[in-house]
C-alpha cells in the first residue's frame, strides 16, 4: 500500500530514467491472513541512477512479493521519481508487473468459470423442476 501512496503523491510530476539495480536484500515479512500467519519474501534492491542534473543517486527501493523475487543484481529497471524527493524513487519496470498480472489473469478465469458453471446447473435445475412439473 505504500508504494501505491507513493505512486499517487508523485503523479504528474515525476521523471523517468533507466537504473542499475546494484544489490538485492532479500527478507522475509510475515502477513497475518485470518487465523494464520504468512510468509513473504520480499525485496530491497539498492539502485543506481543518474538524475537529469547528472547527479548519481544509490537509492534502496522497497519491492514486496514476487516481484522482489524477479529482481537479479544488474538488471536495468526504469525509475521514476519526483526530483526535489529522491527517496520516493519507485521501480516502474513492466516486466515487474507480471506476478500481479498473472495472479489477476489467474482470477478472472476462476471467476468466468465459475459463472459459467452456476449458469449450467441453474439450467439444469430449471429442466428438472419443469421435467418435474409436467409429469
Known sequence: MECIN???AIQG????TQGKIISCKIDDAVVYAGSGQVHMSYCTPTVR????????????????SFEG????KGETV???YVPNHL???V???????????????WGLLCFVVDGVLSLWRLK?????FSQNMQE
Do not use: P
Open 6 to 8: 507513493n505512486i499517487r
Open 91 to 105: 521501480i516502474t519496470s513492466k516486466e515487474l508487473w507480471f506476478g500481479c498480472i498473472f495472479d489477476g489473469g
Open 49 to 64: 541512477f543518474r538524475t537529469n542534473s547528472g547527479q548519481e543517486i544509490d537509492e534502496g527501493i522497497s519491492v514486496y
Open 87 to 89: 527517496q520516493q524513487a
Open 124 to 128: 439444469k435445475r430449471k429442466q428438472f
Open 69 to 72: 523475487l524477479m529482481i537479479d
Open 13 to 16: 510530476k515525476t521523471v523517468t
Open 78 to 80: 526504469t525509475i521514476s
